[in-house]
Nanobody, 125 residues
């Protein structure tokens, strides 16, 4: 089992950057596919970006492609999401998630076994 704790959210202006972190407990972090999701008020939780267990493959939602970068540091048990050129529509609670059984990076919330509590990102115009 793994516990996930996100940090790094905040209030920024459009065009600014933020880096989110997700600290994981447990010895098996390096074997999990990891992903970032987000959920805005009144909307369903949606996939943002994912990374395979060794960091060799990544996958992005169209809305994140070219602006966001997902990465991981397995020795530090930490997942990151660097977000550039933020837009008001990026405002949401951002969650990290772990898939303990993946052979691919899924965009479906149901595939993920463990979730963090979320961190709020608010982008003002």
């Amino acid at each position: 089992q793994v516990q996930l704790v996100e940090s790094g959210g905040g209030l920024v202006q459009a065009g600014d950057s933020l880096r989110l972190s997700c600290a994981a407990s447990g010895r098996t972090f390096s074997s999990y596919t990891m992903a970032w999701f987000r959920q805005a008020p009144g909307r369903e939780r949606e996939f943002v970006a994912g990374i395979d267990w060794e960091g060799g493959r990544t996958r992005y939602a169209d809305s994140a492609q070219g602006r966001f970068t997902v990465s991981r540091d397995n020795p530090k048990n930490t997942l990151y999401l660097k977000m550039n050129s933020l837009k008001p529509e990026d405002t949401a609670v951002y969650y990290c998630a772990a898939d303990a059984h993946a052979f691919f990076i899924s965009m479906a919330t149901m595939r993920y076994d463990y979730w963090g509590q979320g961190t709020q990102v608010t982008v003002s115009s």
